[in-house]
């Protein structure tokens, strides 16, 4: 095993309250592109750019034109969890995880078995009438002809945060106390420069920050360990998923 992953997996088993904080990268492992990357999402061809149309005023004014982005760009049914989800729900389920914090939509975490998932950006699972409040799962959105509609006649809205809405003060709330009092933390599958989610890896004090991502982030120099490698790779290995 490397000499970087060994420090890793020593470090985790040294620690009883590790936090995970991941980002896209996570889940491009599992075959979902990431929004952000070059060739993810952002470089498709549509009619308007994914950040206009995944934005809160577009799908006020063209609902149609939102649905039928998000319902070709942004569902991945078929997507599984990797052997990264595999490993921090083992790590939960140890003891050793307190709580995993996630940029991504998908619910591969809780796929995998991850109970304390903390969806920064919300989640495709849960979706919501907009006059009634009743709730609706992924399948019905999937399954639906268009703008999905409530029984009541409702408009139904994704529970994912888009442009110009706030992330849910709560789950930002909750992020920072897990991270504050961590005694690990490790984020994975993250360039770090989505704010203000970036901007939780502040609140950590201790001293086993751990970066993995293939490529550099803005926060290398601050880290005790940079790891450049898959992330799926790295977790599977260093708890034995794989
Ligand atoms: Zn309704």
């Not at 139904?156 to 897990?178: C, F, H, Q």
């Amino acid at each position: 095993m490397k000499e970087k992953w060994q420090q890793l997996k020593e470090w985790i088993g040294e620690s009883g309250n590790i936090v995970f904080f991941g980002g896209a990268g996570v889940s491009t492992e599992s075959g979902i592109p990431d929004f952000r990357s070059v060739d993810g999402l952002y470089s498709q061809q549509y009619d308007y750019p994914p950040e206009t149309i995944i934005s809160h005023s577009f799908y006020m004014r063209r609902p149609e034109e939102f649905y039928r982005f998000y319902k070709d760009r942004m569902l991945f049914t078929g997507a599984k969890p990797n052997a990264a989800h595999k490993a921090l729900a083992k790590l939960e389920a140890e003891g050793k995880l307190k709580a995993v914090i996630t940029q991504n939509i998908d619910g591969l975490h809780q796929m995998a078995g991850s109970r304390e998932v903390l969806e920064l950006h919300g989640s495709v699972h849960r979706n919501y009438c907009t006059r009634c409040g009743e709730f609706y799962d992924l399948d019905y959105i999937v399954k639906s002809d268009g703008v999905p509609r409530c029984s009541c006649g409702g408009v139904i809205k994704p529970d994912v945060v888009l442009y110009e809405e706030g992330l849910d003060t709560r789950t930002l709330e909750k992020s920072v106390d897990y991270i504050s009092k961590a005694d690990m933390l490790i984020i994975g599958g993250t360039s770090l420069v989505v704010y203000p989610a970036a901007g939780l890896i502040d609140y950590y004090r201790g001293n086993k920050l751990v970066l993995i991502n293939k490529a550099a982030t803005s926060r290398d120099s601050q880290a005790d360990l940079v790891i450049s490698d898959s992330i799926g790779e790295v977790l599977g290995a260093v708890t034995g998923v794989v």
